[in-house]
């Protein structure tokens, strides 16, 4: 089955930028969509196919795919951006959903 | 606006059968270009995926518990439902009702609900 790798952490102070990573075998041939998880809330797409934003999701937020490593920008970053971070893709050889592990953003 | 509420237990024995439902408003499960989709987080992990159903009852499960899941919809209610089979400790989770949309590469998970916990204990 298909695997998705997150650093389970990351700590950023406010007004820098913030870079995500999601590593998968080929994930540039993939589609790679974004979830942000606030404490007690459920999740939130924040990025799909690779780089759109669904309406009311800041510019901030942002997407890139390539190769190997598929990444989630943040910038200028915010206390409200204090968030456990989820990549995800479509595995078309099984017909799966696959979640990475989840990364926690901090927010010093 | 679309809008997903899981209902059901939020206990269940275990080696019993938890069964919730997911009601769906401001949206059809009748859609032709949606699927509508199951994933739990246990506390304090990560989310996985448990399965898909489409309105003309293609389903879609994760390969580690297709043997004790089953979802199944109900286009005159705008509902559809989980069931898991013989649950044991490790099915404690929040459960999560979605729905998926695919524009051609792939299925992503655009609207959510709020979840709901279930206990497995006896």
């Known amino acids: 089955s298909y695997v998705l790798t997150q650093p389970p952490s990351l700590s950023v102070a406010p007004g820098k930028t913030a870079s995500i990573t999601c590593g998968g075998n080929n994930i540039g041939s993939k589609s790679v969509h974004w979830y942000q998880q606030r404490p007690g809330q459920a999740p939130v797409l924040v990025v799909y196919?690779?780089?759109d934003r669904p309406s009311g999701i800041p510019e901030r937020f942002s997407g890139s795919n390539s190769g190997n490593t598929a990444t989630l920008t943040i910038s200028t970053v915010e206390a409200g951006d204090e968030a456990d971070y989820y990549c995800q893709v479509w595995d078309s050889s099984s017909d799966d959903v696959v979640f990475g592990g989840g990364t926690r953003l901090t927010v010093l | 606006q679309v809008k997903l509420q899981e209902s059901g237990p939020g206990l269940v024995r275990p080696s019993e059968t938890l069964s919730l439902t997911c009601t769906v408003s401001?949206?059809?499960?009748?859609?032709?270009?949606?699927?509508w989709g199951w994933i739990r987080q246990p506390p304090g992990k990560g989310l996985e995926w448990i399965g898909n159903i489409y309105s003309r009852g293609t389903t879609n499960y994760n390969t580690s518990l297709k043997s004790r899941v089953t979802i199944s919809i109900d286009t005159s209610r705008n509902q559809f439902s989980l069931r898991v089979t013989s649950v044991t400790a490790a099915d404690t989770a929040l459960y999560y009702c979605a729905r998926l949309l695919n524009l051609g590469s792939g299925w992503t998970l655009d609207y959510w609900g709020q979840g709901t916990l279930v206990t497995v204990s006896s």
């Open positions: 401001g949206g059809s499960v009748s859609s032709d270009i949606h699927y």
């Open positions: 196919y690779d780089n």
